[in-house]
């Protein structure tokens, strides 16, 4: 997972003013130039660790929190690119203790990360442990409303507990009454979506011999027109071209009972051999001359 850093890191990394001085801002610059300009994975993960040992050990300061967040935040990315996403949870509960105090955004980051590599389920306790400790409505979309409905698109609903969510929604302070209506019809709508998705999928995986079972005639009908079919087109192949045409000619003349010593029918005979020798040298005056001159 390749990820920009957070606004604190280019504006330090372009030279513009930065946190106040404390023990673990040199490590944080160089944590940034590791993993953003040598892409050095691990040496960002180390330089963001001994970062983190030293502003635990230093005075607390107004910034030490800023620098302590993307110190994280580079650790996180470091631990994502090395393939190592399955250590980042622990590693963020190692540094803020316990969930209610891992800030907004490195939750944020988390729930994406999780959902990216297929496994939301880890964090449903530590999110919905964070989310019980906010008391008053935040709108959707910025801050701890983000988080719910991050929470919401991709841990709850793709593991289809519609129960769980609905209930949390219930629950939460974090949205109005009108709010509340909208995320619980959202959720309707999903629940109904995947129990039609899974109803087309039975269908779609019926057994073909069912219909066979079912329709025996029909079947066994096919089979003696495919057989017809196929004794048909054998004839057709092994009859020559000149003997269909007589045959067709002569049953006409059985058919139409045309009598040749009619006047009637002698103009009409006579249209009828002048087309037949037509087609006739249309037909097999080419091959007739090859074979003379050869």
Not at 36 to 56: H, K, V
Not at 147 to 172: F, N, Q, R, S, W
Not at 176 to 189: F, K
Not at 226 to 242: D, F
Request: positive net charge; glycine residues 8%.
């Amino acid at each position: 997972m390749r990820r920009s850093g957070p606004l604190e890191l280019r504006r330090w990394s372009e030279g513009r003013p930065g946190p106040g001085p404390g023990p673990g801002v040199a490590a944080l610059h160089r944590a940034a130039e590791m993993l953003q300009l040598r892409r050095d994975f691990p040496g960002a993960l180390a330089a963001s660790q001994r970062g983190l040992e030293l502003e635990e050990s230093g005075s607390s300061t107004v910034r030490s929190g800023d620098v302590k967040f993307s110190l994280c935040i580079i650790g996180i990315q470091a631990l994502a690119e090395l393939n190592h996403w399955d250590q980042v949870l622990g590693w963020v509960l190692e540094i803020y203790e316990i969930p209610e105090k891992i800030p907004v955004k490195i939750l944020q980051i988390c729930i994406v990360l999780y959902s990216k590599v297929g496994e939301p389920s880890r964090m449903q306790q530590i999110v919905g442990s964070w989310l019980k400790h906010w008391t008053s409505p935040s709108a959707l979309g910025c801050g701890p409303g983000l988080v719910l409905e991050l929470y919401l698109l991709h841990v709850l609903l793709p593991l289809g507990l519609y129960a769980e969510a609905e209930e949390l929604i219930l629950e939460t302070a974090l949205l109005t009454d009108q709010q509340r209506g909208t995320v619980l019809q959202v959720i309707e709508n999903r629940r109904s979506q995947q129990q039609e998705q899974v109803s087309v999928g039975i269908r779609s995986h019926v057994p073909a011999g069912s219909s066979q079972h079912r329709h025996p005639a029909h079947n066994s009908l096919f089979k003696v027109i495919q057989q017809v079919l196929a004794l048909s087109c054998r004839c057709l192949h092994s009859v020559s071209l000149r003997k269909l045409f007589l045959a067709v000619f002569l049953a006409y003349l059985l058919i139409v009972r045309l009598d040749p010593a009619s006047p009637a029918a002698i103009s009409w005979l006579t249209s009828l051999q002048n087309i037949i020798r037509q087609i006739w040298k249309t037909m097999f005056a080419p091959y007739n001359k090859a074979r003379i001159c050869k």
